[in-house]
């Protein structure tokens, strides 16, 4: 059997900022993922989670378009530092009219 190689690594990743307004004041909260996290090759992951709960901006730190405030990301054994192409992550949105089953 042979090793399957980890395309992604993803540990103690926490990201602090400004999450929810309120009338005229913001509220501070943070999003982590405080588990080790590894994607091997060949694998398909789903980000799962309520609404407000830091699956958007975990993929956008992923994908080296958002900054982090600590943890560590590696993708083939390099520490993201930016954007690349190195990356082909993608996400999907459901609009409650297809949750609710409009036509």
Do not use: W
């Amino acid at each position: 059997m042979s090793a399957r190689n980890v395309k992604l690594a993803v540990q103690g990743v926490s990201r602090r900022s400004a999450c929810a307004a309120f009338g005229a004041r913001t509220t501070r909260c943070s999003i982590a993922a405080a588990a080790v996290v590894d994607v091997y090759e060949g694998e398909v992951v789903s980000l799962i989670g309520e609404s407000g709960c830091g699956k958007t901006t975990l993929l956008r730190i992923i994908q080296g378009l958002s900054r982090r405030d600590a943890g560590t990301i590696l993708v083939d054994g390099k520490p993201v530092t930016g954007p690349g192409r190195d990356r082909g992550y993608g996400s999907s949105r459901q609009t409650s009219a297809v949750a609710l089953g409009a036509r």
